[in-house]
């Protein structure tokens, strides 16, 4: 039983406190002017017997199998302090001791060696002022243990007595925090560097649904968490996470590993000791899961005990830069029977190797009888190709070592009755900054962590079938972000596969679409949904959908905004073809009808009714065919403006034309009557006048709209989703629709007078024809407002185009065409007799 109670030394106070332990014998000791202490998991378990008399337990032994790999690095920690006392430029006329003890996997073992440490080899130690003393302490520093869980345990006490711990497997980030753990060092990264690591290559490798499992332990649960933080910071989502201790139930073990078996993620992140792993792929192989991409922690992942499961083959994971040290080969391999006899280990470790029994010991069912050669032995113990951890405590025998040296030395020579605390020793080891003799520099930062630097190991199948270690790239953390993880060389992947695994929980949505997460599951597992119209997403995987400017819409695949395709009535169209043959043969036949008519200009028919006004309109009618021109084509400014002023004043001037000759009619019958005098008031001066005076009127209307708001090219991005019309905006709408109103005046009130006048006498009365050009013309326009306001685009123009053309071609077909069939076919009635009435004719 040990008991313990009291104050850190930091806080400047003795304390009393009572220890009592039956002492734990070293698995190695030498002594020396200064002992460093060692405590590492060498054995897997322990085991306690009960008193036959007492029937109290005793204390707990340690069992099981050896661990090889811890064995070898309790012996590397005696060569370097060999290999330290045997230098003249460190510690000189210093010799180091050393009392390594084995913490048998097991806390209570670790406490009771760390105790005895601490105190001395004393078995029953009683004083009242005991904790306070600490410069009784029967060991400076101490290095160990191998397991996250025991180091804490160990930092805890020695955080009470100052004395330094320097770890060279304890890799859980909660040994960082010092107000915790102010004693605590170590020369394997923190977890948290590991699981930054891990996390960070599966995002590189595009894993974003994986597996997880740990060992519910101090190790296990701080890495996993620390990983999990940094995953889902990657975006990383995990299918399961899954823990469990080697003391669980077999049942457990089996649920752990049906959930692995039924999962759907290909890649498995296991945060696992070496037991933990053991006995999980051990369970996994009795029946086999579907190819899995295991991604490892630095513990099991270079364990030359796993390359025998060939299911795990391509697994990678980080481990730590493997090393050479000279000399320690030989070291090892330099045991005879009669030097593993002087130790209880090394006797096991021998009789566990060759299968018996040295002499002088009771195990073994066979007697060794010389000839085994530790130098044919292929284990852990005698393989120094993977000296990652061996390296590690060779490196924190060194700090601890510099550090004794900076307490005790000045430039040329050292005290070795030097009277120092582990307080001392503690603030030399913050500052210890070297490079060992195989080259690895050791230095702590203010947590107490080295620099973060890791290899990535890749589990690769031999020729001869069998999986064997390979660096495939490195990841230091000291370099800028987005600079740690370089690749070396090829990965081998899961059944040896050379294309990257995919582990997806859904396939990447595609550019033009966005992702909608299922219900209920993590946002890794989401439906791609096609963005809606007008939106696009130009990259994979997108959240979100954005919407295209304005004057842009989504392509096909809704990938990429392009321009709209710019929609006007162009000179290319077949429709603008049809519409400008029309037009040109409009304004042709206008000419080819002034030319007959200049022609027969003596002739009655065409003296009739006032020639001039005739010209006049045969004129405006060939401009009012060619306007039209102007509304096909791009839109610009001067075409915009220029379009509807000519439309409206043309056709003024045309129907301007029509209503004089209709008066000109009226008053030609009313001045037949016996007195009249009325063509004195309208004759061609008059008929010139009111021509020009309805003419200016639209001029004065054109003018106005065009200096207020004048019509300019306008882009209509309303009419049509997926593309632009280029249009002439009216500007004023008043404007425009006086325009039209004007001309729609004037054409009712010159279709009233030639109703009125249609049935004057008369073998040609004209008043007739006008009353039919003039419904035709009304009948065009009125048809017009509701066919222009409700035509889609480039159609709203083609509208206005025909409005223009047909009330042109009724005009001259209704006014014109009996004139010219009487001037070309018949010329017999092209007289003043036949006009007058006094020659019967058939009527036309």
């Known amino acids: 039983m040990l008991w313990i109670a009291g104050l850190s030394p930091a806080a400047g106070k003795a304390v009393s406190c009572r220890l009592w332990a039956e002492p734990q014998m070293p698995v190695f000791s030498m002594n020396g002017d200064f002992i460093i202490g060692g405590i590492i998991s060498i054995h897997f378990y322990t085991s306690s017997e009960q008193n036959t008399y007492t029937r109290q337990p005793l204390q707990p032994q340690c069992s099981g199998s050896i661990n090889f790999s811890e064995l070898r690095s309790a012996r590397a920690m005696e060569f370097t302090i060999h290999e330290i006392n045997n230098r003249t430029d460190l510690l000189p006329g210093i010799t180091l001791g050393y009392q390594i003890h084995d913490s048998c996997t097991a806390i209570p073992m670790t406490i009771k060696a760390a105790f005895q440490l601490a105190n001395g080899m004393e078995p029953f130690f009683n004083d009242t002022d ?22 804490i345990s160990i930092a805890r006490m020695m955080g009470l007595l100052g ?13 960082s925090d010092k107000r915790q753990y102010p004693v605590f060092f170590r020369t394997i990264p923190s977890d948290h560097h590991q699981a930054a690591a891990l996390a960070r290559m599966v995002k590189y490798f595009g894993w974003t649904w994986i597996g997880a499992v740990r060992s519910d332990s101090d190790y296990g649960n701080n890495g996993m968490a620390s990983f999990l933080k940094a995953a889902q910071e990657e975006g990383i989502c995990v299918e399961y996470s899954e823990a469990f201790y080697r003391t669980d139930s077999r049942s457990k073990l089996e649920r752990v590993a049906n ?45 030359p005990e796993f390359l025998r499961f060939n299911m795990c083959a391509g697994a990678i994971g980080f481990g730590v830069p493997n090393s050479v040290i000279p000399g320690l080969r030989e070291f090892l391999l330099d045991l005879s029977p009669e030097q593993a006899l002087k130790s209880p280990l090394l006797t096991e470790f021998w009789e566990r190797s060759f299968s018996c029994s040295l002499k002088g010991s009771s195990g073994g069912a ?12 292929q284990n852990p113990y005698t393989d120094t190709s993977q000296l990652r951890i061996t390296n590690l405590v060779y490196k924190a025998t060194y700090a601890i070592a510099h550090a004794i040296h900076g307490v005790i030395c000045n430039d040329t020579q050292c005290d070795k009755s030097a009277k120092f605390t582990p307080w001392q020793i503690l603030n030399q080891l913050k500052r210890v900054n070297f490079i060992t003799k195989n080259g690895y520099q050791v230095s702590f930062d203010s947590s107490g962590d080295p620099v973060a630097i890791y290899e990535l190991i890749n589990w690769q199948v031999k020729k001869d079938g069998g999986l064997d270690f390979v660096m495939v790239g490195q990841y230091d953390a000291s370099k800028p972000r987005g600079q740690e993880f370089i690749m070396t060389r090829a990965i081998s992947w899961m059944g040896g596969q050379t294309e990257v695994p995919r582990s997806v929980c859904s396939e990447s949505c595609p550019p033009g679409t966005r992702k909608a997460v299922q219900k209920g599951k993590p946002v890794c597992c989401y439906d791609c949904i096609p963005c809606a119209e007008g939106e696009i997403s130009n990259r994979t995987d997108s959240l979100d ?29 077949t429709l603008s073809i049809i519409l400008t043959v029309f037009s040109i043969t409009g304004a042709f036949i206008a000419v080819c009808v002034t030319a007959v008519f200049y022609k027969h200009r003596t002739s009655p028919i065409v003296r009739a009714n006032n020639s001039e006004l005739s010209f006049l309109l045969l004129f405006s009618l060939t401009l009012c065919f060619l306007c039209s021109l102007t509304f096909i084509g791009r839109p610009s400014e ?41 063509m004195k008031w309208f004759g061609p001066p008059q008929q010139r006048l009111s ?50 109103g004007y001309i729609g005046f004037l054409a009712l009130l010159c279709f009233i007078l030639a109703f009125l006048a249609r049935k004057l006498p008369d073998n040609f009365n004209e008043a007739k024809f006008i009353t039919f050009s003039m419904l035709i013309f009304c009948a065009v326009w009125i048809t017009f407002i509701p066919a222009y306001v409700s035509s889609p685009g480039r159609f709203t123009v083609a509208v206005e185009i025909f409005a223009i053309l047909a009330s042109s071609f009724g005009l001259i077909t209704c006014i014109f065409a009996p004139k010219c069939f009487i001037i070309m076919f018949r010329p017999e009635q092209n007289t003043k007799k036949h006009l007058m009435g006094k020659v019967p004719s058939k009527s036309l």
């Open 130 to 151: 005991s904790c306070s003393k600490s410069a009784s302490a029967a060991v400076p520093a101490l290095i160990g243990d191998s397991a996250s869980t025991l180091s």
């Open 163 to 175: 004395i330094p711990q320097v770890s060279h497997y304890a890799t859980c980030a909660c040994l």
């Open 259 to 303: 959930v692995i078996r039924r999962s759907t993620a290909r890649v498995i992140v296991a945060f696992l000791a070496t037991t933990e792993t053991r006995l999980l792929l051990e369970e996994l192989a009795r029946q086999p899961p579907p190819p899995l991409q295991w991604i490892g922690s630095e513990t099991w992942i270079i364990e």
């Open 366 to 377: 066979r007697e060794c009888d010389g000839s085994e050669d530790i130098r044919a032995l």
């Open 545 to 573: 959908c954005m919407r295209c400017p304005p004057e842009f819409w989504p392509n096909i695949h809704r990938g990429s905004c392009l321009p709209k395709p710019v929609e006007f009535l162009s000179w290319y169209d």
């Open 638 to 678: 001067w075409s915009c403006m220029l379009r509807h002023t000519a439309f409206g004043i043309t056709f003024v001037l045309c129907i301007s034309c029509v209503l004089g000759k209709t008066i000109v009619v009226l008053m030609a019958f009313r001045a037949t009557l016996p007195g009249s005098d009325v």
């Open 691 to 740: 021509v020009l005076a309805f003419t200016l009127i639209q001029v004065l209307i054109c003018v106005l709209w065009l200096t207020i708001s004048p019509p300019l090219p306008f882009k209509n991005l309303n009419q049509y989703k997926e593309k632009i019309i280029l249009e002439c905006a009216l500007g004023s709408a008043v404007g425009f629709w006086a325009v039209l």
